[in-house]
């Protein structure tokens, strides 16, 4: 007799516990969400992606949640919309205890600016990915103009780009590289009325380095206003081209 009363009891509780998972998890369902919540990392330095973005793409879809209940809540959905923005690297979305839903987004981050003649204008990403330019928005980083194919801007000048990033001090005094049409990459200095022919981007730590010197023992002795062009693409010589 007192076997069958633990039994009983152990199979009452059971079935209060199943039931109250079920009407608990039907109330929640029931319930209405009562706020849409976009957090932005890292908005206050970069604004790619604004919260009024986010809030019309998700009512272009007809997902935005504030007034429906939970149980007609898609947060996968949600989180597939905002991804379809090209400026939004991951994103994450999730309901809160207190009866609302946040869309938790992080940024995609470039590292160069791309004005071709060819391909238009874009930027490249820290993973090297080709991105769009936001409308809203720039982002100081590294500009490339002229003759740049999206190969080029993922290769060598994102490479030369990401030293700019390391090094601050060359960050500052480059202003723009230039590709011409033969393949040519050209420095445009910040400060100094030249231009630095590059030719080649792929040994420009040893032609940065060959530059230094040259700004040391030259420029630094005649003067930064005598030459339009300092050349750099041929090995162990500086060719000037006077004013």
């Not at 007192?2 to 509780?13: C, H, Y």
């Not at 330019?133 to 000048?157: D, H, I, K, M, R």
Request: hydrophobic letters at 45%; one cysteine or more; aromatic letters at 12%.
């Amino acid at each position: 007799m007192k076997k069958f009363l633990l039994i009983l009891v152990a199979l009452l509780t059971i079935g209060y516990l199943l039931f109250s998972a079920v009407y608990f998890r039907s109330l929640a369902r029931s319930k209405l969400c009562e706020a849409f919540e976009v957090v932005i990392e890292d908005s206050s330095r970069t604004q790619f992606v604004r919260t009024s973005d986010i809030e019309r793409l998700v009512k272009r879809y007809d997902l935005y949640p504030v007034g429906k209940s939970f149980g007609e809540i898609n947060t996968l959905a949600i989180r597939d919309t905002i991804l379809g923005n090209q400026l939004v690297e991951s994103a994450e979305v999730y309901t809160t205890p207190g009866g609302g839903i946040v869309a938790a987004i992080r940024q995609r981050k470039p590292v160069l600016r791309v004005i071709s003649d060819h391909d238009g204008s874009f930027y490249v990403d820290q993973e090297r990915r080709i991105m769009p330019v936001s409308t809203a928005f720039t982002v100081y980083v590294p500009v490339a103009t002229g003759a740049v194919t999206e190969t080029l801007a993922q290769g060598v000048l994102y490479d030369f780009a990401m030293f700019l990033n390391r090094n601050a001090d060359w960050d500052a005094w480059i202003e723009q590289i230039e590709v011409r049409d033969n393949g040519d990459a050209v420095l445009i200095p910040r400060a100094g009325d030249f231009t630095i022919v590059m030719g080649s981007l792929e040994d420009y730590p040893v032609k940065l380095s060959k530059f230094a010197r040259f700004v040391d023992e030259g420029l630094n002795v005649v003067g930064w206003n005598r030459y339009s062009e300092i050349n750099l693409k041929y090995e162990n010589q500086v060719v000037c081209t006077r004013k």
